[in-house]
């Protein structure tokens, strides 16, 4: 009888929840239009990495078949797209006049490199590079990969080590996108759930609506209860809408399993809790954006979300280690992609540790009697 009562309360409340979300266009915002925009803002960005093409300009002082026969090889390595530069033309004058990134020259006598010996004679590729520009590297490293089998060919060497390039996985090729996704998942279940919950609260407690719920049948545990409900509904929302976008769009390749959904699920919890605590110093509803913000926008960028841990200095990978939301994103991503179910098992038990703190902690700190 008790449960049956509570499960009513429970529901009631759900139910209010579920009109006032629909009412907030903000809530809507967060829950289904902002990770929809990071998906395709990232992915039109990343998903075409691997065809990526970099243009280099190449001015041909030799003008000989064999200098020839070299660009076509640059060129025939789908990676560069090769402009050529009259060898009348000043060179320092063309690069200022057109802002050019990367210039090679070949020069007069590149030929006489392909001679037997004793004719034979070094030659010397000039390589202009801005190093301020991203491709730079890219290109480099193609122009002297193409120069360092020349000269293999030359010495009369053979290949005896060769390297094959593969994605991560065997069972499948992952890109960017597939990497991102699972930390907008994280990160969309913890900007929805916070920012709602110290939204909610500091409205109850600014409009005396806490000092009304403390004289109703219902406790704080069964609002706690249902608030989480409805934060665990939504969190679901976004994730099918993220998974749907991401396969329509970009056809990503991500694997929703027990250990996966049970994160999702806990870190709708923990963050619906942390927002209980926050909220909890909050004095007014124009300031809890605010006080939201100053918690979530730090995790936003330094849980790996975005960018992967081993990239940040050991400072900011020392802080990202202590922060919930780095531990959700390695869960899902240790689960949706690498298949790797001990790691996914481990973040799955530090997230629910870390949910069960913030519960208990929030509850202590939270009596409608002092609102």
């Known amino acids: 009888m008790t449960g049956r009562l509570?499960?009513?309360?429970?529901?009631?409340?759900?139910?209010?929840?579920?009109?006032?979300?629909?009412?907030?266009p903000g809530s809507v915002f967060w829950t289904v239009a902002f990770p929809v925009l990071l998906i395709l803002l990232f992915g039109a960005i990343f998903s075409g990495t691997g065809s990526t093409k970099y243009s280099l300009y190449v001015q041909d002082l030799d003008g000989s078949p064999i200098s020839e026969e070299f660009v076509d090889a640059l060129n025939s390595t789908g990676v560069l797209i090769i402009n050529k530069v009259d060898p009348g033309i000043d060179s320092d004058q063309y690069i200022k006049d057109n802002s050019?990134?990367?210039?090679?020259?070949?020069?007069?006598?590149?030929?006489?490199?392909f001679l037997p010996e004793p004719e034979r004679q070094n030659s010397t590729l000039l390589l202009r590079i801005d190093n301020s520009s991203s491709s730079s590297g890219t290109v480099a490293t193609i122009v002297n990969a193409a120069s360092q089998s020349i000269n293999l060919?030359?010495?009369?060497?053979?290949?005896?080590?060769?390297?094959?390039?593969?994605?991560?996985?065997n069972t499948a090729q992952y890109n960017f996108i597939d990497f991102f996704l699972p930390g907008v998942i994280g990160l969309t279940a913890m900007t929805s759930t916070v920012n709602w919950m110290v939204g909610l609260q500091t409205r109850y407690r600014q409009n005396g609506?806490?000092?009304?719920?403390?004289?109703?049948?219902?406790?704080?545990?069964?609002?706690?209860?249902?608030?989480?409900?409805?934060?665990?509904?939504?969190?679901?929302?976004?994730?099918?809408?993220?998974?749907?976008?991401?396969?329509?769009?970009?056809?990503?390749?991500?694997?929703?399993?027990?250990?996966?959904?049970?994160i999702i699920v806990l870190s709708s919890a923990l963050f619906?809790?942390?927002?209980?605590?926050?909220?909890?110093f909050v004095k007014d509803e124009e300031t809890a954006g605010a006080a939201?913000?100053?918690?979530?926008?730090?995790?936003?960028?330094?849980?790996?979300?975005?960018?992967?841990?081993?990239s940040m200095p050991p400072y900011?990978?020392?802080?990202?280690?202590?922060?919930?939301?780095?531990y959700v994103n390695n869960g899902l991503?240790?689960?949706?992609?690498?298949?790797?179910?001990?790691?996914?098992?481990?973040?799955?038990?530090?997230?629910?540790?870390?949910?069960?703190?913030?519960?208990?902690?929030g509850a202590a700190i939270s009596t409608w009697k002092q609102e």
């Open 100 to 113: 050019i990134a990367s210039f090679l020259t070949i020069p007069q006598g590149f030929s006489s490199s």
């Open 153 to 169: 060919e030359l010495a009369g060497g053979s290949i005896v080590v060769s390297t094959a390039i593969l994605g991560i996985s």
């Open 6 to 24: 509570m499960s009513s309360k429970v529901m009631i409340n759900l139910i209010a929840q579920i009109k006032m979300f629909f009412r907030s």
């Open 272 to 280: 619906s809790a942390m927002g209980l605590i926050i909220a909890r």
């Open 209 to 262: 609506i806490f000092k009304k719920l403390a004289t109703t049948p219902i406790t704080q545990m069964d609002w706690l209860v249902s608030l989480i409900l409805w934060q665990i509904a939504t969190v679901f929302m976004s994730v099918v809408i993220i998974l749907a976008v991401g396969i329509l769009a970009f056809d990503v390749h991500l694997t929703l399993d027990p250990i996966s959904i049970g």
């Open 333 to 361: 991503r240790d689960s949706m992609i690498y298949a790797n179910t001990a790691g996914a098992i481990n973040n799955l038990l530090i997230v629910a540790m870390l949910t069960v703190v913030f519960m208990v902690v």
């Open 316 to 326: 900011l990978a020392a802080i990202a280690k202590a922060m919930p939301l780095t």
């Open 292 to 310: 939201a913000g100053a918690i979530t926008f730090p995790m936003m960028f330094l849980a790996g979300s975005f960018f992967p841990l081993e």
